[in-house]
T-cell receptor, first 119, second 118 residues
Framework: GAVVSQHPSRVICKSGTSVKIECRSLDFQATTMFWYRQFPKQSLMLMATSNEGSKATYEQGVEKDKFLINHASLTLSTLTVTSAHPEDSSFYIC???????????????FGPGTRLTVL | AQSVAQPEDQVNVAEGNPLTVKCTYSVSGNPYLFWYVQYPNRGLQFLLKYITGDNLVKGSYGFEAEFNKSQTSFHLKKPSALVSDSALYFCAVRDSFDRGSTLGRLYFGRGTQLTVWP
């Protein structure tokens, strides 16, 4: 099946610094990538949807200036958490689909997640 | 509005017994239904999906799910549980009526923790 990687798998940073998380589709071209946030023992919260070459669409309540998303190529999307604070600590998961805007029948392939801890 | 309900936070079953993880959904158009499994500190792994056709869908690791349109349900089942099946299971749905920026969006249930004891 299709493989999606994330890097880093775990990051610890000081409050006020910025952290970049990479999401790569390894064996397919990802027209659309999704970024989720997951709190312990809770479901995935969609943060934003990004299509290659265009601006990301953010969900209501997600600060676009704080969570910068770039989808510059068909195999790479990045999420940058700017001026991170302890409340940003969470498990961030990306997913990718090879259909336009995710399509309806294509399954999303998920990365392994990135555990962010802000001290 | 689109939503997915997984009414049980936790399901416990003995190894070798059948298991069921429940899921009901609400969409405006036709549903496209998915089950994913998550192991600790990992991303989600795709198990199976229902798009159209036979209501009984077979997926990975011996799992299957039955689409019931009248009950708006898509319960996940396995005839004989294994200890290694212990994980967090998510049901998700896409809505055929979604367009534009929401096209292809998955709506997730809150997850059901399955524990299979030896």
């Amino acid at each position: 099946g299709a493989v999606v990687s994330q890097h880093p798998s775990r990051v610890i940073c000081k409050s006020g610094t910025s952290v970049k998380i990479e999401c790569r589709s390894l064996d397919f071209q990802a027209t659309t990538m999704f970024w989720y946030r997951q709190f312990p023992k809770q479901s995935l919260m969609l943060m934003a949807t990004s299509n290659e070459g265009s601006k990301a669409t953010y969900e209501q309540g997600v600060e676009k200036d704080k969570f910068l998303i770039n989808h510059a190529s068909l195999t790479l999307s990045t999420l940058t958490v700017t001026s991170a604070h302890p409340e940003d600590s969470s498990f961030y998961i990306c997913s990718a689909s090879d259909g336009l805007a995710g399509g309806l029948v294509n399954e999303q392939f998920f990365g392994p997640g990135t555990r962010l801890t802000v001290l | 509005a689109q939503s997915v309900a997984q009414p049980e936070d936790q399901v416990n079953v003995a190894e070798g017994n059948p298991l069921t993880v429940k899921c009901t959904y609400s969409v405006s158009g036709n549903p496209y239904l998915f089950w994913y499994v998550q192991y600790p500190n990992r991303g989600l792994q795709f198990l199976l999906k229902y798009i159209t056709g036979d209501n009984l869908v077979k997926g990975s690791y011996g799992f299957e799910a039955e689409f019931n349109k009248s009950q708006t349900s898509f319960h996940l089942k396995k005839p004989s549980a294994l200890v290694s099946d212990s994980a967090l299971y998510f049901c998700a749905v896409r809505d055929s009526f979604d367009r534009g920026s929401t096209l292809g969006r998955l709506y997730f249930g809150r997850g059901t923790q399955l524990t299979v004891w030896p």
